[in-house]
């Protein structure tokens, strides 16, 4: 736990999402209708753009193409965060079609454009200038360069002695890259927020209190998110809280661990305790899937 006007500093994904919400299944070889639109997202955007919702002062480090970096800037800023985007000059920007089904569940397609050269060279250690957290989107781990801009910003954070926290972001990519490099790459961290499929993918264990004690173990703290089933805390190998979820009229899952684990780092750096600061990420999360996209409205 940090001091309450310490800043969050997420480094991560700025992306373009193309929401669908289909509410039949999708028919092959023909047209499903559909209600779709555009929305600014990036699990660690979106991240950044919930906590600063939640009270936080909160930077974010990313990459964006030029095709659309001055809109994603500006949203960012409205939401009240305070971007530092690398331009790059040839990639666009990253663009995730999420399809939504009748139980709000998400689908994703993912293009990682710009956001795959995010990368030591992006770094500047004034980021950390009164940080009191240092938060790593998943999808930083899945390329060469992300994960050696995480190996610096850990390094540099630990030596200033910021605590570090990781969403491993992805099942998918993580089974790309492997189970074990993935913890190797994140074993800097000393608090890991998975949800319960990440969670059960990384440790391989199928039970979710021992797939969350297990990871506190290896880091410190874990906290699993169980979507609208709460949460679980656990310290040092040790379960110490069960958080309930809150109800919700779900419309659309896309973006919702996000704005969990953006509402649980305002809440540790206001002066909560884990349970607190877990039972404020149920209610973002809740207010989430409320919401088309994966952003606060």
Not at 46 to 61: E, H, Y
Not at 119 to 140: K, M
Not at 228 to 252: C, I, M, Q, W
Request: net charge neutral.
């Amino acid at each position: 736990m940090t001091g309450a006007g310490a800043a969050l500093l997420v480094i991560g994904d700025v992306v373009t999402d193309i929401v669908a919400l289909h509410r039949k299944p999708l028919a092959a070889d023909t047209d499903t209708s559909a209600r779709i639109a555009v929305r600014p997202g990036g699990s660690g955007a979106n991240t950044a753009a919930w906590a600063a919702r939640s009270g936080a002062d909160v930077r974010l480090l990313a990459r964006a193409g030029a095709d659309s970096a001055e809109w994603h800037r500006d949203v960012l800023r409205r939401c009240g965060v305070r971007p530092h985007l690398r331009v790059d000059p040839s990639l666009p920007t990253a663009v995730v079609i999420a399809l939504v089904d009748a139980a709000a569940e998400r689908t994703l397609v993912t293009d990682s454009g710009a956001s795959v050269r995010l990368g030591p060279a992006d770094w500047d250690p004034a980021l950390l200038d009164g940080a009191g957290r240092l938060h790593l989107s998943g999808y930083l781990f899945f390329n060469e360069p992300g994960r050696g801009l995480a190996a610096l910003a850990m390094a540099e954070a630990r030596a200033a002695r910021i605590p570090v926290s990781v969403d491993p972001a992805s099942t998918g990519f993580i089974q790309q890259l492997g189970v074990r490099p993935f913890l190797d790459a994140a074993a800097g961290a000393d608090l890991l927020l998975p949800n319960l499929a990440e969670a059960r993918l990384l440790t391989g264990l199928a039970d979710p209190v021992r797939a969350a004690e297990r990871l506190s173990a290896a880091h410190g703290v874990a906290v699993v998110k169980l979507g609208g089933a709460g949460a679980l805390v656990a310290e040092r190998g040790t379960l110490t809280a069960r958080v309930p979820g809150v109800a919700a009229d779900a419309v659309d899952t896309t973006g919702a661990g996000d704005a969990f684990a953006g509402g649980f780092l305002a809440a540790r750096l206001a002066g909560a305790d884990l349970a607190e600061a877990a039972a404020a990420g149920c209610r973002t999360g809740a207010t989430a899937v409320a919401t088309v996209g994966g952003r606060p409205e």
